[in-house]
């Protein structure tokens, strides 16, 4: 009788004002509108990690203050020959100036060959210490014999370096397997990483590049940078050379541009459920309204994700489609409801209006509650992810009361 009275208080209550509720509600959702597009995602591994450990937080500030914590890696592959020919390393070499020279790159930190850290670790021919660059700093020389004696310097050098090489040069063998510099018991040894170049063939080199983090802050303005850098290049050379992209950033921000990209789709579903709902209904102003509610609730949510600025990972965009799983079946719930009690009250829409709230508004309290619980249970982990995607799901589901079971 109680939880009773309250409903009928409750039903009472706004539809008394129901004006006001409707023009507050829509103000709020407008409102939040203009905040949409402003939806701060990014895909951050950082955010799924307990920033609370001291060990991980040591590594965070090591990262954030010294790089190294967002690595790429472009690979190219020459499709005849070796990489030891003046086209290829002139092309590597302005590939590595261009690469560094994109936004939020940390250049100190690169490695390839055009790198001023990649030095000759040796002997001269008059016995002093041999420490040069293996690339000049401003190129190769124009002229033939200069650059020849340049690319066989290189060579030697690469060759001698025991770490550099097998970082950054990719091997094959005359059939055009892959080098695995194995033995002949299947071993890995001092020996035949040392002289994998006697038997097999570089076909390939690596450029590894670093970014800070602020290129989280606008991943898709990044992404689009490095794509076209590769479009540059594959456009010259793609029928010589095969280029090859990979690392964190590209990986991580190829999400974001995925779910970019791909949004549509969720305007699909939205078609997918109004055509269920006018089965249901067979009316198409009935199928409207009920998607109405819920997707005042989506809106409501995207726009207090963008006006706070939170940072998200590419995983919140399941929060959209929970509360249209969840709140579709409220919405239906009480347009069901509502028309049942139409049919009784001989057309009396305030007064079927008033029951279907009255009798939709506790189970809905009750179902909807039960879910914030679990959204309550889990915005006490240390893991900044899971947190926003409990706040943001208490509040979306706690719109569901007001947009779904009451403003329909």
Not at 2 to 7: C, E, G
Not at 320 to 341: D, K, N
Not at 382 to 388: E, L, P, Q, W
Request: aromatic share 12%.
């Amino acid at each position: 009788m109680v939880r009773k009275t309250l409903a009928q208080r409750y039903a009472a209550f706004v539809l008394r004002n129901r004006w006001a509720f409707i023009i507050g509600l829509f103000a709020v959702t407008i409102y939040s509108a203009f905040y949409v597009d402003k939806v701060n995602l990014r895909n951050d591994p950082d955010s799924l990690l307990p920033l609370s450990n001291r060990y991980i937080a040591t590594n965070l500030y090591a990262e954030r203050n010294n790089g190294m914590g967002n690595l790429m890696v472009w690979g190219m592959k020459v499709r005849d020959g070796d990489i030891y020919q003046d086209w290829f390393l002139r092309m590597l070499y302005d590939f590595y100036q261009d690469a560094s020279k994109l936004e939020y790159a940390n250049p100190e930190n690169f490695v390839g060959l055009p790198s001023s850290k990649l030095r000759h670790m040796g002997l001269s021919a008059e016995g002093n210490l041999d420490f040069k660059r293996l690339i000049p700093a401003n190129g190769f020389s124009p002229d033939p014999y200069e650059i020849s004696q340049q690319i066989e310097y290189l060579k030697q050098g690469l060759q001698k370096h025991p770490v550099m090489e097998n970082l950054l040069t990719y091997y094959e063998d005359e059939q055009g397997n892959k080098c695995n510099m194995l033995d002949e018991d299947g071993l890995i040894t001092n020996d035949s990483i040392a002289h994998v170049h006697n038997h097999c063939r570089a076909k390939g080199t690596f450029i590894v590049g670093d970014f800070n983090n602020k290129l989280k802050n606008v991943p898709l303005q990044w992404i689009k940078q490095s794509d076209a850098l590769m479009e540059k290049y594959e456009a010259e050379y793609g029928d010589r050379v095969e280029f090859l992209i990979s690392g964190e950033p590209y990986f991580l921000t190829s999400m974001v541009q995925e779910i970019d990209e791909k949004s549509w789709l969720f305007a699909i579903s939205l078609m997918i459920v109004l055509l269920v709902l006018w089965y249901e209904f067979k009316c198409w102003r009935t199928a409207l309204i009920s998607l109405l509610g819920v997707a005042m609730t989506i809106v409501l949510t995207l726009g207090l994700m963008g006006i706070t600025q939170f940072k998200l990972t590419t995983m919140m965009v399941l929060t959209p489609m929970l509360l249209l799983a969840i709140g579709i079946g409220h919405s239906m719930q009480v347009t069901r409801r509502f028309i049942q009690e139409l049919a009784a009250s001989n057309g009396d829409a305030r007064a079927a209006a008033e029951k279907a709230i009255e009798r939709t508004i506790v189970p809905a309290a009750l179902s909807i509650g039960t879910d914030l619980h679990g959204f309550f249970a889990i915005s006490f982990v240390d893991i900044s992810f899971y947190k926003a995607y409990a706040y943001f799901g208490i509040y979306g589901m706690s719109t569901l009361i007001l947009t779904t079971t009451t403003l329909i």
